[in-house]
């Protein structure tokens, strides 16, 4: 089963609940790439995307929190560095290893997990900030 949206993900900043509905979809599909054996031809594109929106939908969130004086920004920053250098070095893994089912599995917890966890964490509260600033 594929990673959801469910509505207890939600921050109820629309902007940001979209681009985690995005991210949702585009995590699947990397999620069949690999477990389909895709070459690399066909991953990278995948992979790709996935990185460039990571960043992207980070920087959303992280002018919220400087535009608002979020008081765990800090935090919260780190978590995402911290996540963008673990996924640079994943992706890059798979692209110099290949793809096996330990790979498949970091993946999945890597991306799955953690994206679970900082969304109902760290990004809930931020929701829960700026409901009151916008």
């Known amino acids: 089963m594929g990673l959801q949206f469910t509505p207890d ?10 681009q985690h509905k995005e991210l949702f979809v585009r ?10 054996g895709s070459g690399k031809d066909q991953l990278s594109p995948v992979v790709q995307f996935l990185t460039d929106y990571v960043v992207y939908h980070f920087g959303v ?3 919220y929190m400087d535009k608002y004086s979020y008081g765990s920004a800090t935090q919260h920053k780190a978590q ?3 996540f963008v250098k673990t996924f640079v070095r994943l992706k890059d893994r798979i692209f110099v290893e290949g793809i096996d089912k330990e790979t498949i599995e970091d993946t999945r917890q890597l991306v799955v997990d953690w994206l679970i966890n900082h969304i109902k964490y760290s990004d809930k509260a931020l929701g829960m900030f700026l409901k009151r600033k916008l």
């Not at 993900?9 to 609940?17: G, N, P």
């Not at 995590?27 to 389909?36: F, G, H, M, Q, V």
């Open 61 to 63: 969130e992280e002018k």
């Open 80 to 82: 995402h560095a911290q």
């Open 9 to 18: 993900l939600s921050t109820t900043v629309q902007e940001i609940d979209d």
């Open 27 to 36: 995590i699947n599909n990397l999620l069949t790439a690999l477990e389909k």
